[in-house]
């Protein structure tokens, strides 16, 4: 039993060794008093989610930051992490727009509103603030022809790219410590078999054959291409999960894991 237990845990520690290794954190910055010791004593809180590409509602903000502190509290779980609610509430819900307007439209959050939250969250040091800078929905088809054994086949494909900064300011020394971003995508595949029936190489007897075969295939491929259909793009919700954890993969940890 003790056996499996330890081969669980190592099996988990090498799982997110390489989570951390895979995942390319873009503009990494983590000031030195940024330390694992620090979060752990004085707690940190989520700011908020915007999305520059797209108006978010309130809703999908709070959707997203939910999402953010959950990546965060399975970092982290011996910490209380903050909503960010509470923010909301320290500063106004009027403050806390504007703030979240200034950060859409600049990437920085204001020093005015961080003292404010200072003052009224005393048990809070750090605050996660996330920006999505790239919400990208594209389309591609891919056909592979019928060959002497096989049908052929098309695939259309979409994709949906996402790229998020994320910050971390200290609230004591009223500073930025900790930045970066992750960009990942995720498609969705529908998957056709061809009905066109396969030309190779003829003899020249052969010709009046592979014009017939040739033009029977454009006829229906046409009426084929009218039945191949993209797909919905992923969810943006799996995606997010996906890009928030590869950014938590660079905040700190215990010295005897770096």
């Known amino acids: 039993m003790r056996f499996k237990v ?24 983590v000031d030195p008093s940024f330390t694992y010791a620090s979060i752990m004593e004085n707690n940190i809180g989520v700011g908020g989610v915007v999305s520059v590409p797209r108006d978010l509602t309130a809703a999908r903000q709070s959707a997203y930051a939910n999402q953010v502190r959950a990546a965060i509290m399975q970092k982290y779980p011996g910490i209380n992490v903050m909503p960010s609610g509470d923010l909301t509430r320290a500063l106004s819900a009027p403050d806390y727009r504007r703030m979240m307007r200034y950060y859409r439209d600049y990437g920085v959050v204001q020093d005015e509103y961080l003292k404010t939250a200072h003052r009224h969250i005393k048990r809070m040091r750090y605050v996660a603030f996330a920006r999505i800078v790239e919400d990208q929905i594209s389309h591609n088809r891919t056909q592979e022809d019928p060959g002497p054994h096989t049908r052929g086949s098309v695939t259309m494909t979409t994709t949906l790219t996402m790229k998020v900064n994320m910050v971390v300011y200290d609230l004591n020394n009223d500073r930025m410590v900790w930045s970066g971003a992750v960009t990942e995508s995720n498609e969705n595949n529908n ?38 259909h993209y797909p919905s793009a992923p969810a943006a919700n799996d995606l997010l999960n996906g890009i928030f954890s590869g950014l938590l993969t660079k905040f700190p940890v215990p010295p005897k894991q770096q």
């Open 191 to 228: 998957h056709y078999d061809m009905n066109a029936v396969y030309v190779g190489r003829h003899h020249r007897h052969d010709v009046d054959k592979q014009i017939v075969a040739s033009l029977a295939n454009t006829a229906l491929q046409e009426m084929q291409e009218r039945q191949y």
């Open 6 to 29: 330890f081969a669980s845990a190592l099996w988990i520690g090498f799982c997110l060794f390489a989570l951390s290794a895979c995942v390319s954190v873009e503009g990494l910055y």
